[in-house]
């Protein structure tokens, strides 16, 4: 088990490594790479997708996410 910071709402959580939803976040930017800072998509470059890490996400906000993509 370790702890980290979650994605979404930056709570403290503990998570197994090998079943924890991640999210690739560009460090420079904060964002997933190829979001603009208003959200809009572009082509991600190779560079931002290089430097790029996976983040972890804790359960209450993947559920959130399915909630909202189920409701729309």
């Known amino acids: 088990m370790e702890t980290g910071r ?3 709402c930056k709570r403290e959580f ?3 490594p090998g079943e924890v939803t991640t999210f ?3 460090p420079e930017t904060g964002r997933p ?3 603009t800072a208003l959200g809009t ?3 991600a470059a190779p560079d ?3 430097r790029s890490v996976d ?3 804790c359960p209450e906000c993947v559920e959130r996410a399915q909630r909202f993509h189920r409701g729309s």
């Open 6 to 8: 979650c994605y979404g």
């Open 55 to 57: 983040l972890p996400v």
């Open 14 to 16: 503990s998570f197994d």
């Open 33 to 35: 790479p190829g979001i």
């Open 41 to 43: 998509l572009r082509p």
């Open 24 to 26: 690739l976040v560009d």
């Open 48 to 50: 931002a997708v290089a």
